[in-house]
T-cell receptor, first 113, second 115 residues
Framework: DAGVIQSPRHEVTEMGQEVTLRCKPISGHNSLFWYRQTMMRGLELLIYFNNNVPIDDSGMPEDRFSAKMPNASFSTLKIQPSEPRDSAVYFC???????????FGQGTRLTVV | DQQVKQNSPSLSVQEGRISILNCDYTNSMFDYFLWYKKYPAEGPTFLISISSIKDKNEDGRFTVFLNKSAKHLSLHIVPSQPGDSAVYFCAARRRGSSNTGKLIFGQGTTLQVKP
């Protein structure tokens, strides 16, 4: 299995632009998580899905952030408009429903200038 | 407010010695704790876990200790190897959320093991 696949690996964009991060979970996994890593706060859960349905989006910082999971093999995290403080590493993770130990992708390093 | 705290941003130890990484939590509703390891340019990988009904769990060179009264857990690596150099994240799961996989992570501690 290829594991959780995220794209792009690196993204540099200008403030105000729309950014879309992509994730392909491990085949068969039915829970998907989006995390953001910063130096100050470590890994923060932004949103998670079970069976493609968003369950908890309380970690999404602002309305500028949105996430979708149109099918079991694909999810997106969108930031519109982006701001410099959104600069961070964004991770996607997946697991089987009810299994706490999730598998993480390699992350997308986002830089907003 | 940070419910899971790793107060030491970094730790340096000599190869062969013991590494002790610490983690404190504030929420008494946490019932399951995990440690993840992260190498540069990679995602975190699960390392070891412990349920709140236990006070110790061991897996090879890695042992996690849980002190519920102090709301403190620690990860011991013995003996430490240069390949253990990575960022270690402590994470906790809240009771009642076992079917969601939702975790609260700490800030991470960077371990450097010197040859």
């Amino acid at each position: 299995d290829a594991g959780v696949i995220q794209s792009p690996r690196h993204e540099v964009t200008e403030m105000g632009q729309e950014v879309t991060l992509r994730c392909k979970p491990i085949s068969g996994h039915n829970s998907l998580f989006w995390y953001r890593q910063t130096m100050m706060r470590g890994l923060e859960l932004l949103i998670y899905f079970n069976n493609n349905v968003p369950i908890d989006d309380s970690g999404m910082p602002e309305d500028r952030f949105s996430a979708k999971m149109p099918n079991a093999s694909f999810s997106t995290l969108k930031i519109q408009p982006s701001e410099p403080r959104d600069s961070a590493v964004y991770f996607c993770a997946s697991s089987f429903w009810g299994v706490t130990e999730a598998f993480f992708g390699q992350g997308t390093r986002l830089t907003v200038v | 407010d940070q419910q899971v705290k790793q107060n030491s941003p970094s730790l340096s130890v000599q190869e062969g010695r013991i590494s002790i990484l610490n983690c404190d939590y504030t929420n008494s509703m946490f019932d399951y704790f995990l440690w993840y390891k992260k190498y540069p340019a990679e995602g975190p990988t699960f390392l070891i876990s412990i349920s709140s009904i236990k006070d110790k769990n061991e897996d090879g060179r890695f042992t996690v200790f849980l002190n519920k009264s102090a709301k403190h857990l620690s990860l011991h690596i013995v003996p430490s190897q240069p390949g253990d150099s990575a960022v270690y994240f402590c994470a906790a799961r809240r009771r009642g959320s076992s079917n969601t996989g939702k975790l609260i992570f700490g800030q991470g501690t960077t371990l450097q093991v010197k040859p």
